[in-house]
């Protein structure tokens, strides 16, 4: 990782907060991104334990000087909370489904 760091490749961990994506994770490896994982996005406004996980990783990730981005987004409330929070990166179905190819060139006008 430390040689494609060299030149130029950056690294995200996927999923950020489950599985394993352990906090010593962030000192060991070379890191620029931080994903939040979609089962903690999903739950905003829903289970207030969630939002602060949210919010700890936004505020954990820009003090380690890394990007963040949050998967699963789907609703207005969950991207303006997002936002609200420190994290401008964001995918999700609010913003459209998966699309073949052709599909995805011909909405641009390709």
Do not use: W
């Amino acid at each position: 990782m430390e040689a494609l760091k060299k030149i130029g490749v950056d690294f995200s961990m996927d999923d950020f907060g489950t599985g394993y994506s352990s906090l010593g994770y962030l000192t060991q490896l070379p890191l620029d991104q931080l994903k939040i994982d979609q089962s903690f996005v999903r739950n905003i406004g829903v289970k207030p334990t969630d939002a602060v996980i949210v919010q700890t990783i936004i505020g954990m990730a820009n003090n380690l000087g890394m990007k963040v981005i949050a998967e699963g987004v789907e609703t207005e409330d969950q991207r303006a909370f997002l936002e609200l929070h420190g994290c401008s990166a964001v995918q999700g179905y609010l913003f459209g489904r998966p699309l073949p190819l052709a599909e995805f060139e011909h909405s641009l006008g390709i």
